[in-house]
């Protein structure tokens, strides 16, 4: 969606129940919404991404304004549906995971590895900054909104965003550059 009078008609068609203007609108965000979903640890992300945009769907009718209050508005709603998928995972027990599949093919093993000794060094990296801190790196890196955005969703002063991402990459950077040294 590029500019208010293209957002504007694309949001009116999509109230309306226009098949091209949901289309529009679920490109658009679909991608940013389930890397949000993601790195912040739903279980299924693209199904947890689908429930956002049913509730989107459901309330298109009572949304108004523009493009980057749209957008924020759906992060918010992504937001609290994550929320509520954690409170409900905290009542239900655990289950198993299925094993791989064995028929997959493999790729070259030593980057693999290397792949993941990194990643599994920057997610416990991560791991150890606060739940707000992590919520504001993945609403500003992964879903890529803008610090007032972020603001909006979290319920926060935007100084206050500006704080808490300062500090997460502080940490990040000091926690990341400790544990190469240490190698």
Known sequence: MVGEE???????A??????????????????????YLA???AVEPEDTASEVFLKVARSIQDFDGDETSFRSW?????????????RQRSRRPDQV???????????NVEEEAVESLVTAEV???????TETQRDVLALRMVAGLSLEQTAQVLGKRIGAVKALQHRALASLKQELDLSHVSR
């Open 6 to 12: 293209v957002f504007t008609s694309v949001l009116t």
């Open 14 to 35: 999509a109230k309306s129940g226009a098949d091209w203007a949901w289309s529009s609108i679920f490109n658009q965000l679909f991608g940013p919404v389930t890397g």
């Open 39 to 41: 790195s912040r640890g």
């Open 74 to 86: 759906v992060f918010v709603i992504a937001h609290r549906t994550l929320i509520d998928e954690r």
């Open 97 to 107: 995971a299925p094993p791989p599949d064995e028929a997959s093919e493999g790729g």
């Open 123 to 129: 997610l416990a990296a991560f791991g150890r900054l």
